[in-house]
């Protein structure tokens, strides 16, 4: 896929931020690349994380603290997130802090996607995130075909939170990373802890666990789920 350039405009008037300035400004450039519905093909699979699967799923919630990213390339981006559908449907409720290095270095920034909708990245300087930043992330389905996306960087003392629409067959439930390029950054281990789907822990749905790959060689590892199941690691291997 080719890397284009955009810049995200002021966000809709549906948007409700909280303890943080009002409305967010034009962000800086990001890739234009949305963070897509599982897919496997020659080059491997593009998530990586726990996916529970079944019907009626109305919430998902993680908590983490953001890795500190080293580039290897501009072509790296990657994202922790937490999101409703996606595995095996064509729609994905979800939100996160994506990690893009087009700009030669490692810049965090937090988003939320309606997919097929582009994603919408919040501004910088509104929402700021770091290295070392504990972010909780959570979609709830709010009825009527409604999301409630939420971000919460409780290090930087900000939460945004916005309801958008999607029709969408809420089929599954993830804790995900994701790297819509095929090319991750060094990120060490990155720890979801708090996971929860429907109000209960991830591991009560038997969820799948998936691994990134590209050309055969796997990207990163995923772990066991901790014993109380809401908890795992995704921990970097190699590109």
Partial sequence: MRKVLIRVAALAAAVTAVAAPAVPTTAVAAQALSFRP?????????WGG???TGSGFTSVSASWTEPNAVCNSTNDL??????????????????G???????????NQAWYEMYPASPVYLS?????????????????YAGSSR???????????WTYSTTKS???????????????????????TLSFTSATVNGSPLGSYGPVALYPSA?????????????????????????
């Fill in 38 to 46: 599982l897919s496997y093909n020659t080059n491997g699979y593009n």
């Fill in 50 to 52: 726990y996916a529970a």
């Fill in 78 to 95: 990657y994202a922790p997130w937490v999101g409703i559908d996606g595995y095996g449907s064509s729609t994905v409720e979800q939100t």
């Fill in 97 to 107: 802090v994506a990690t893009d290095c087009s700009s030669g270095s490692p810049v």
């Fill in 124 to 140: 910088l300087s509104s929402y700021p995130v770091s290295a070392g930043d504990h972010i909780t992330a959570s979609v709830t």
């Fill in 147 to 157: 999301y409630t996306l939420k971000l919460t960087d409780s290090t930087r003392g």
């Fill in 166 to 188: 999607l029709s969408a067959q809420r089929t599954s439930a993830e804790v995900i990373i994701e790297s819509p390029t095929g090319s991750y950054p060094k990120f060490g």
């Fill in 215 to 239: 050309n055969g060689v796997y990207e990163a590892r995923t772990s066991a789920l901790g014993s109380g199941g809401t908890s795992f690691t995704d921990t970097y291997l190699h590109q």
